[in-house]
């Protein structure tokens, strides 16, 4: 009474076919990636050395090193950061912790949605009027940056909105049956509890932040400027924009170099996502309630 | 009548705690309480029982006001504790909730230690967010633990986080961290659904004791325990008390046939 019949034997072999569809599928996913890294690795790895990282472009920027792009990029970051994260954290802590569902609540939950959806070149165009023009920025890394949080402002908000609502309900009814506030409730409970998702959040910000180009083209970003910026209203160069430059519009590069640019700027993101993926390991493995 | 000046507690009925009357309540459209009138003796255990939806945790989380959070809950009527209206618009809702303790369904603790559980309220209400200091916390948490007999298991291990005792320790610790505050009134909601009958004795037992220092108004599903565990019964149907009387004479002789009906078991 157990045998399989004619039917089951149909089943199994669409099963089978299925999962070894799916299988394909997926490692498919993982073939760019692969030919991505090793592709850079290949030919980009002869192009690093000490000497590569930490002097100026010489000769037309078809020799010499990146440092200022380097520099450049990490100045873009971390002022993209500065601007985005109190504003980001503080709008993300007034919709989860505050807002009432209500218009109001949902118009800004669909602008939210919509400024993720913003391609980057409209955005540089903003922060070309924005802030280069309107506030007199000038094209400096203050522009660029701010530009940059703009638009990576949805991000840290929905990332940190979520790490919010992770901790559960009951814990904030019970702060607030004891007289609590808002404010001590999230000081107390929420904030210490979602802090490690709120940086993994931030971090992963970060690694997109340092490889965009449009958003920076018009509005901080120089072609060629070998000096390294001594403050935020200088212009600076950048990796990501230093990379599309030499790859199309300067002649007679060496070909390990824009590799060895390609490189160095996906070890960056890559490392960051390294960071973000230990502090992920880290929060799950120290069990909060 | 609201009385919104600080008359000397008790003044108007020297043995309720709690005088409601002409509470009604809906959500949005939905009427969840019909005129209801309810006075809570001073010192007394009363449970609330009735079939799901009937009202009664909607009642019970009427007296601290933390139905307010859901925007969109209309409230008349009055709910005076100790002759001062909680719906009149100059109660500070935290000055409220410390003399209103509750206990939830499912026990919860904060993702905090045992002893910070203890001194949560304590610091809330202090201006400078900590209590004068260690010896004075200290002997609160003893105090606090003393009272919810959970002392003795729990002297040693005061850093061990609320979220990780047991679920009959996490109840008593929910007790517990109320205390401090020195709340008049305990509102509790099925305090023991979550519990295993062990615990449940355990946690009765404990709720039984605090009877005469606190009054305690305590909502159930369980027959059972609102017989064993409370000395006046009220029970609610559709949005209506329908029946209030003491427990032992609710049980014996009820004087409504639905009360009749539910302590059967024939519905609910």
Not at chain 1, 201 to 230: K, N
Request: proline share 6%; aromatic share 8%; charged share 15%.
């Amino acid at each position: 009474m157990f045998e399989a019949t004619a039917q089951n034997r149909r089943n199994l072999k669409v099963e089978g076919l299925l999962r070894l569809l799916f299988l394909w599928m997926t490692c498919m996913l993982i073939l760019p990636v692969a030919l991505i890294l090793g592709v850079l690795i290949v030919r980009g790895g002869p192009a690093i050395s000490w000497e590569f990282l930490f002097t100026q472009p010489m000769n037309n920027m078809t020799a010499g090193g990146i440092l200022p792009a380097l520099v450049g990029t990490v100045w873009l970051v971390v002022v993209a950061l500065i601007a985005s994260v109190p504003v980001g954290v503080a709008a993300a802590l007034y919709l989860s912790e505050y807002a009432p569902d209500n218009r109001l609540t949902r118009a800004i939950n669909l602008a939210i949605i919509n400024l993720a959806g913003v391609p980057s070149i409209v955005h540089a165009l903003f922060g070309l009027g924005a802030f280069v023009i309107f506030f007199r920025f000038g094209t400096s890394i203050l522009a660029a940056s701010l530009t940059l949080a703009v638009m990576t402002l949805p991000v840290v908000i929905v990332a940190t909105r979520e790490s919010l609502q992770t901790v559960p309900l009951a814990f904030r009814e019970a702060c607030w049956n004891m007289g609590a506030t808002r404010w001590q409730t999230i000081r107390k409970i929420v904030l210490p509890n979602s802090i490690s998702g709120i940086l993994t959040g931030v971090i992963l910000e970060v690694s997109r932040t340092s490889g965009e180009t449009a958003p920076i083209m018009f509005t901080g970003a120089a072609f060629f400027l070998p000096f390294l910026p001594q403050g935020v209203l200088d212009q600076t160069m950048a990796m990501s924009l230093h990379l599309f430059v030499i790859s199309t519009q300067v002649p007679d590069v060496p070909e390990h170099m824009p590799f060895g640019v390609a490189l160095v700027l996906i070890s960056m993101v890559l490392a960051m996502n390294g960071i973000s993926i230990a502090f992920r390991v880290y929060l799950r493995g120290r069990k909060k309630w | 009548m609201s009385v919104a000046e600080p008359a000397t507690p008790g003044a108007v009925d020297a043995s309720a705690a709690i005088l409601i009357e002409k509470l009604n309540l809906w959500y949005g459209d939905f009427q969840a309480l019909l005129d209801v009138d309810l006075r809570v003796r001073a010192g007394a255990i009363t449970s609330l029982i009735g079939p799901s939806g009937c009202g009664k945790t909607t009642l019970l989380r009427s007296v601290n006001r933390i139905n307010e959070r859901l925007g969109y809950v209309r409230t008349t009527g009055s709910i005076r504790l100790w002759g001062l209206d909680v719906l009149d618009p100059s109660v500070e809702v935290a000055q409220l909730r410390k003399q209103v303790g509750m206990v939830f369904q499912r026990p919860n603790p904060l993702p905090l230690s045992v002893r910070d559980n203890v001194l949560f309220g304590t610091r809330v209400h202090l201006p400078d967010g900590r209590p004068p200091n260690r010896v004075e916390g200290d002997r609160i948490v003893e105090e606090a633990l003393r009272q919810v007999l959970l002392w003795d298991e729990l002297k040693d291990s005061l850093d061990r986080r609320g979220t990780e005792l047991s679920l009959e320790q996490q109840q008593k610790l929910c007790i517990a961290r109320l205390l401090p505050v020195k709340p008049r009134l305990l509102l509790m909601d099925e305090p023991c659904s979550a519990l295993d009958p062990a615990g449940t004795e355990a946690v009765e037992e404990l709720i039984w004791k605090l009877r005469g220092d606190y009054t305690i108004l305590i909502v159930t599903h369980n027959m059972a325990q609102a017989r064993r565990a409370s000395e006046e019964c009220v029970f609610m149907l559709l949005g209506e008390i329908i029946e209030h009387s003491d427990t032992a004479s609710m049980f014996l002789n009820p004087a409504n046939d639905q009360t009749a009906a539910y302590i059967e078991g024939r519905y609910g």
